[in-house]
């Protein structure tokens, strides 16, 4: 079995992000881990994404799981993304993940559900350990429930909606929903964009 890599990848919004980062990359330096770790900071989405030649080798390529860390998270679009690129997803046991996306296809597990770093290093093992096939038969699960939140799924549900309630595009308000994040949280607002 090849030795496995942890990839980092992700973005520093601030600085306590950057001292994490560093203390990260010290930490590794220390328990001689620097050829099992990388750490991709800030890298596009065009480098994240799965790639569609051969030769262009994309952080998704090489994935076999996905870690996704954040409690009480309100989706967990990562989540989709490991799923609909075949890459087993290791989520928190909360919240979006928990409840929106679910990890089970028809009666087909689609991935892993953690609370606790015993429960991450678990789910890990398992996945790093078990046959090619049960891992390859997760990942096609994986990959047809990420279908349920493609931009496909999303454009033929509300065109069914907006048909069955037409009223609702022309007689409310227009309101948006936007967020942003501070601290690990995220806060969300509801602005009223009329002038009524």
Sequence with gaps: MPRPKLQFVGSCQN??????????????????????????????YREYQRS??????????????????????????????????????IAHNSAGPKMDIGLNE????????????????????????????????????ARKHAQ???EQKFFEDFQGCSSAYPMILYSYPMITFSMHAEHGKENYYLENNTDF
């Design 106 to 141: 028809g009666g087909r597990q689609t991935g892993f559900l953690a609370s606790n770093k015993e429960e991450y290093a678990e789910a890990i093992l398992m996945v790093i350990k078990m046959p090619e096939a049960e891992r390859l038969a997760i990942a096609a699960a």
């Design 52 to 89: 569609s030649e051969r030769g262009n080798k994309k952080v998704l390529d090489s994935a076999v799981a996905g870690l996704h860390s954040m409690i009480d998270e309100h989706f967990g679009i990562s989540v989709v993304e490991y799923m609909a690129s075949g890459v087993i997803p």
């Design 148 to 150: 349920r939140c493609s």
């Design 15 to 44: 600085k306590q992000d950057e001292e994490r980062l560093q203390k990260l990359k010290e930490r590794c330096r220390e328990l001689n881990l620097d050829n099992f770790v990388e750490f991709r900071r800030d890298a596009t």
